[in-house]
């Protein structure tokens, strides 16, 4: 269990995150949603230890992520962050295997290249793995970097994923494939963070909603209990209706259009 107890996080003496706490277990999907600048990246960065909390603690199975070196940190868990800077006409395979350097030394390097292959083919890049990095869209190198973190822990059943956005900038298709790899990790016994922003795939894919407005926790339960109108207004200010989706029995975050009058537009 990853286990969150009123951590706080500070830059130049503004409070960023405030007093938040939360618990995720393994074999669920957790989502962070709010507001943009609510800080949902700079709380996600603090679930992983890349960054530390200015006050409280983040733990993993009873022991502080700070307790753990970077090398073994890096083979419990793995992150999906919002942008990704390569200026070397690297390979596709040659990305993706960068996700197996934490194993190296424990592994064969048969059971690293079947592990690449395996992510390049459940993200829809089969083919692409001689194909230059450089060459590819936008959504494309998003895919690579998803089959990257995914060799990163494919063979670590009790790891923790985090996706920091994980679908922008994909489309229709592989925003739902994308967070079905993810659900299935959890039926795998993995455990899932994400940073989303599209309610109704939260609503249809996470387990457990933790909601944020101005850095502090403004929600936290399942999808039916954390996406209602009232809430929604209060951290989005956009009025909408909810319904059930009859075919998945989750919420169904409906929006009411927002007006501009022309005038304001002068």
């Given at each position: 269990?990853?286990?969150?107890?009123?951590?706080?996080?500070?830059?130049n003496?503004?409070?960023?995150?405030?007093?938040?706490?939360?618990?995720?277990?393994?074999?669920?999907?957790?989502?962070?949603?709010?507001?943009?600048?609510?800080?949902?990246?700079?709380?996600?960065?603090?679930?992983?230890?890349?960054?530390?909390?200015?006050?409280?603690?983040?733990?993993?199975?009873?022991?502080?992520?700070?307790?753990?070196?970077p090398?073994?940190?890096a083979?419990?868990?793995?992150?999906?962050?919002?942008?990704?800077?390569?200026?070397?006409?690297?390979?596709?395979?040659?990305?993706?295997?960068?996700?197996r350097?934490?194993?190296?030394?424990?592994?064969?390097?048969?059971?690293?290249?079947?592990?690449?292959?395996?992510?390049?083919?459940?993200?829809?890049?089969?083919?692409?793995?001689?194909r230059?990095?450089?060459?590819?869209?936008?959504?494309?190198?998003?895919?690579?970097?998803?089959?990257?973190?995914?060799?990163?822990?494919?063979?670590q059943?009790?790891?923790?994923?985090?996706?920091?956005?994980?679908?922008?900038?994909?489309?229709?298709?592989?925003?739902?494939?994308?967070?079905?790899?993810?659900?299935?990790?959890?039926?795998?016994?993995?455990?899932?963070?994400?940073?989303?922003?599209?309610?109704?795939?939260?609503?249809?894919?996470?387990?457990?909603?933790?909601?944020?407005?101005?850095?502090?926790?403004?929600?936290?339960?399942?999808?039916?209990?954390?996406?209602?109108?009232?809430d929604?207004?209060?951290?989005?200010?956009?009025?909408?209706?909810?319904?059930?989706?009859?075919?998945?029995?989750?919420?169904?975050?409906?929006?009411?259009?927002?007006?501009?009058?022309?005038?304001?537009?002068?």
């Open positions: 269990m990853l286990e969150v107890k009123e951590i706080c996080y500070e830059v003496g503004r409070k960023i995150i405030k007093n938040v706490s939360l618990f995720a277990k393994r074999g669920q999907m957790l989502a962070i949603v709010g507001a943009n600048g609510a800080g949902k990246s700079t709380l996600l960065s603090l679930l992983n230890a890349e960054n530390k909390p200015s006050s409280g603690v983040v733990t993993l199975d009873g022991r502080s992520m700070s307790d753990f070196d090398l073994e940190l083979q419990k868990r793995a992150t999906l962050a919002q942008s990704h800077h390569v200026n070397l006409a690297f390979s596709v395979e040659e990305i993706v295997m960068m996700g350097y934490p194993h190296e030394k424990q592994q064969a390097r048969e059971q690293d290249q079947r592990i690449v292959s395996e992510t390049l083919r459940i993200c829809g890049l089969k083919d692409f793995g001689e230059s990095y450089l060459q590819l869209s936008g959504g494309e190198q998003q895919r690579v970097h998803l089959a990257r973190v995914l060799a990163q822990i494919w063979d059943p009790e790891a923790v994923l985090f996706l920091d956005e994980p679908v922008a900038g994909l489309d229709m298709r592989y925003q739902q494939q994308t967070l079905a790899i993810a659900k299935a990790l959890c039926k795998k016994g993995m455990m899932v963070i994400a940073v989303l922003h599209d309610l109704n795939l939260v609503a249809d894919y996470a387990d457990r909603v933790l909601m944020l407005k101005d850095g502090r926790r403004w929600k936290y339960g399942t999808p039916i209990e954390v996406l209602n109108t009232l929604i207004y209060h951290v989005f200010d956009v009025e909408t209706e909810i319904k059930i989706n009859p075919k998945t029995l989750s919420p169904l975050v409906l929006t009411k259009p927002i007006k501009i009058n022309h005038s304001e537009l002068n």
